[in-house]
């Protein structure tokens, strides 16, 4: 049976910060889509086993992507709807990436250079 701290999935949780989520180092799975948890996702930072994130109309989630750079494991990344920026660039320290949806973010940069490094990624700018 898997370890319960490694997956965190709410629905109609009606608020909350992601900051209770640092304490959590075995996370792997992170799911609070369409929910009013609002915070930086900088404290995200130190959760080196993160494959899956999905903050998918969280609106009032912010940050810079670069907290990414060193989860190698993360497979998908689905955040649009959030208020996170940064540089796309940050993703091919991400090798396991499939999917990243950040369409209506802040996060910017070089998107076809970012293709040409994880050719198997689907992307959604």
């Not at 940050?90 to 070089?110: A, E, I, R, W």
């Amino acid at each position: 049976m898997a370890d319960r701290d490694q997956y965190a999935f709410l629905r109609n949780f009606p608020t909350g910060d992601v900051a209770v989520f640092q304490h959590t180092p075995n996370l792997q799975i992170l799911r609070v889509s369409y929910t009013g948890v609002s915070g930086d996702i900088v404290v995200l930072g130190g959760l080196k086993n993160l494959t899956s994130v999905d903050f998918r109309d969280c609106q009032v989630v912010v940050g810079d992507v670069a907290v990414f750079e060193h989860t190698p494991n993360l497979k998908e990344l689905t955040a649009y709807g959030t208020k996170i920026s940064g540089d796309v660039g940050v993703f091919k320290h991400t090798p396991n990436l499939t999917t990243l949806y950040v369409n209506g973010t802040g996060v910017s940069g070089d998107k076809s250079a970012i293709k040409k490094v994880l050719p198997k990624c689907e992307f959604y700018f």
